[in-house]
């Protein structure tokens, strides 16, 4: 069975750095595209930045020059390298991959289970 694995979220004061993995484990033939999302109370569930295998990323504009998301593919983990974070930023964050399995070669969105970050002002 196929599960993403986070960590690294916290309480941190704004203008402060947070650095987020998520790492996969499994019967994993291979993983595509790798992502951060986050949803805010009351809020939508938005896409933060993404990774594709080929190391194409891009971002919300809101963390443009702030935010960084990397990927090691050998250690099937992506990470997001969180700078200058602000209170706006304060929201339950979700890693996803897009994942081949080895059961049935089925390929299929998958997703953390979201880690809390707090900003304070």
């Known amino acids: 069975q196929v599960q993403l694995v986070e960590s690294g979220g916290g309480l941190v004061q704004a203008g402060g750095s947070l650095r987020l993995s998520c790492a996969a484990a499994?019967?994993?033939?291979?993983?595509?595209?790798m992502g951060w999302y986050r949803q805010a109370p009351g809020n939508q569930r938005e896409l933060v930045a993404a990774?594709?295998?080929?190391?194409?990323?891009n971002y919300v504009d809101s963390v443009k020059g702030r935010f960084t998301i990397s990927r090691d593919n050998a250690k099937k983990t992506v990470y997001l390298q969180m700078n200058s974070l602000k209170s706006e930023d304060t929201a339950v964050y979700y890693c996803?991959?897009?994942?081949?399995?080895?059961?049935?070669?089925?390929?299929?969105?998958?997703w953390g289970q979201g880690t809390q970050v707090t900003v304070s002002s």
């Open positions: 996803n991959a897009r994942i081949t399995n080895y059961e049935n070669y089925q390929t299929d969105d998958y």
């Open positions: 499994g019967r994993i033939f291979t993983i595509g595209a």
């Open positions: 990774i594709t295998r080929s190391g194409s990323i």
